[in-house]
């Protein structure tokens, strides 16, 4: 049996202070912070397949795989926060962290726009956040 490590939340830390991007900070901050919101709006709903069409492709295959499920079946398992209050946006070229009121989102942006890569998200002191929903 394969023992597959996952990378933690502090990969994608790194990644988002190595990593350029064209569009003003401005513009990239609110375009994250409307993808945050759309995501747990839609949490909030109950409508997990729009949830889903807001992650990222590698999360959602991942959250489909470990749960065994469609990735809307597998998104009601979650059970993630769903407060879209934003606290506080944080842009490094292509890549986001935001803010909730009970949850921390990162996000990546594609071609498609902003989608979630990881959710779910505690800090712990001294070490990287731990994700429920992350994508490799």
């Excluded at 990593?19 to 912070?33: F, H, K, L, N, Q």
């Amino acid at each position: 049996m394969l023992n597959r490590r996952r990378p933690s939340c502090g990969v994608l830390l790194i990644a988002l202070i190595s990593v350029g991007g064209c569009a003003t900070t401005g513009e990239r901050s609110d375009g994250a912070s409307a993808a945050a919101i759309a995501f747990t709006d839609a949490l909030r709903r109950g409508d997990a397949r729009e949830a889903c069409s807001l992650l990222a492709p590698r999360t959602r295959m991942e959250l489909a795989e470990s749960e065994k499920a469609p990735c809307g079946q597998a998104m009601t398992k979650q059970h993630l926060p769903a407060d879209g209050r934003v606290k506080e946006t944080d842009v490094y070229g292509r890549q986001a962290m935001v803010t909730l009121t009970d949850d921390t989102l990162f996000l990546a942006r594609f071609s498609s726009g902003w989608r979630v890569i990881a959710a779910g998200c505690l800090p712990r002191p001294g070490q990287p956040y731990q994700c429920q929903v992350k994508g490799e």
